[in-house]
């Protein structure tokens, strides 16, 4: 088992393992074909710390994505505009995503006006996100996820002074998993809890 950076050849692996992990119709990219996923990750494969894990026979069981989050937005804003009409064919496909859509779609384009400061946390000099991660069913309990985590600190942490990551409040799992890695909640909004981890006090 290994953790490298990200290819092209890995896109697919990925985008499989984020829909399966991402199933649930508030995961708004899960929702989509494998194929808009992949095109969504590829955007980050040079504007982000993109890792993958590996398992014995070399293949590709996990994943973790993050970095600051302006360009983590950019590349976001960047394969909407390239993929936009794909996007709202795939949406008009699937009656069931449109309000979730529309509020993804408010999120992106005003996330300031909806989010109400909750701060409990020093703040960060520097805005750094894990925006994505994600285990293969088969990886569950191997350590992949945890390998991930210490490969993406130990990669930013010559940048920043740590960073954030939000999990979904019905995610009591991954609560309890960064809990145990050294996070902490700073923020709360509707749908979720802000963690935060920080490498020097």
Request: hydrophobic share 45%; with cysteine; charged share 25%.
């Amino acid at each position: 088992m290994s953790v490298r950076a990200a290819g092209v050849d890995d896109l697919d692996p990925v985008a499989r393992i984020h829909k399966a992990r991402f199933s649930h119709v508030d995961y708004l990219l899960g929702q989509y074909s494998r194929s808009l996923v992949a095109a969504f990750y590829r955007m980050y494969l040079t504007s982000a710390v993109f890792l993958v894990h590996t398992d014995g026979r070399g293949e590709v069981d996990a994943f973790v994505l993050g970095g600051e989050a302006a360009a983590l937005s950019a590349s976001k804003r960047q394969f909407v505009r390239a993929h936009a009409l794909r996007i709202v064919w795939e949406t008009l496909l699937r009656p069931r995503l449109w309000g979730t859509a529309v509020r993804g779609a408010w999120a992106m384009l005003a996330p300031a006006a909806h989010q109400a400061e909750k701060k409990v946390g020093a703040p960060l000099a520097k805005n750094v996100r894990l925006l994505s991660i994600a285990v293969a069913d088969e990886a569950e309990g191997t350590g992949a996820a945890a390998a991930l985590v210490q490969q993406f600190d130990d990669t930013l942490r010559r940048s920043c002074d740590g960073y954030e990551l939000t999990v979904h409040k019905m995610n009591q799992r991954a609560r309890r998993f960064y809990e145990k890695l050294g996070f902490f909640i700073v923020d709360e909004t509707e749908q979720g809890y802000v963690f935060q981890k920080k490498f020097h006090d």
